[in-house]
């Protein structure tokens, strides 16, 4: 799993608040107003939720681009709604972003959709999509009138209990070749190759769970303005010791980061104003490069050699 160094701290924000149905969404501008904010701030990456309370995978697909081309580093983690979003439209909205982006997506993936057989075939098969093209699969020879490779280029073909699909995708092999994964801890068993981890709970909760799942990149995930979050509703409107309560779970080895959820606008600014600043001060940055890069993670690799016995795309020439 992940490979981050102990030194560095991982904060993501939701990039829209937890509202009820028929609520206004932000602007455009609201979102990228909010981004750029994030980004300033350190903040590592910016997830966008979807299904119920949310916008839908369209929508969100939108906004995100729209959000990657207004900044540069900060990593960009879309919800996926398994159930109402097949996987081959799902692969190819995540690889798209990670092209806009130049490698900063990441997805969520539901836990309680992850559990079954369908589940595990619906990240499979993201999965051999997102492997269908080899790395060099693109020549782009003008010279030659060559633009893909042949050979380098299979169809999925896939046949399973709950899928049927031909493939390919429509676009070569993007920057991560597989967006950064992430999903409840407690479902990591049903997610093989999850690079993030989150979970909900007070601080002997988390600590269990860290024990359970000794490795793997932990992150809490909060409401700043919740009363009832389990960890830190006790603590009001204390950023110090809000502070305090996550810098001693991270310093103890049982996190790596925090996931923020928020209701009202006035939350995120004091996260991004308050408590990112005493939670980051003193501590390197992750390395730039992409989310895998920053994470640590290696990027998979995709030859022709790995489609012995596939049936494949024959190139394409000019």
Known sequence: MH????????????IWPEVAEGAT?????????????????GLFSLSAPVGAGHVDHAECGIALAWIAAQTSRIGLISGVNMAAEHPYFAARRLAALDRISGGRAGFVLDGAALRGTRGREYLLLMRELWDGWADDAVV??????V??????????????PHFRVRGPLPLSR????????????ARAAEAEGADLLLACGDAETLFGLRKAVPSGCLLARIGLDDPGDPLIGDLGH???????????????????GVSMRWRGVSALRRFVDHIAPRLLS????????SLRDRLGLSRPSVTAAD????????????
Request: proline share 7%.
């Open 25 to 41: 969404p932000p602007s455009a501008q609201d979102l990228v107003t909010l981004a750029r904010t994030a980004e300033e701030a």
């Open 147 to 160: 633009l893909i490779a042949a050979g380098h280029v299979r169809h999925t073909n896939h046949v399973g």
């Open 282 to 289: 003193g501590r390197p940055r992750p390395a730039e490069g």
């Open 307 to 318: 489609f012995a016995g596939a049936e494949l795309f024959q190139g394409l020439s000019a």
């Open 140 to 145: 782009a020879d003008k010279d030659a009138g």
């Open 238 to 256: 204390d950023d110090t010791a809000i502070a305090e309560t996550l810098e001693a779970l991270f310093r103890d080895g049982i996190l790596q």
């Open 3 to 14: 490979a981050v160094p102990q030194s560095h701290l991982l904060l993501d924000a939701s």
């Open 174 to 185: 993007t920057p991560q070749g597989h967006p950064v994964l992430t999903v409840e801890a």
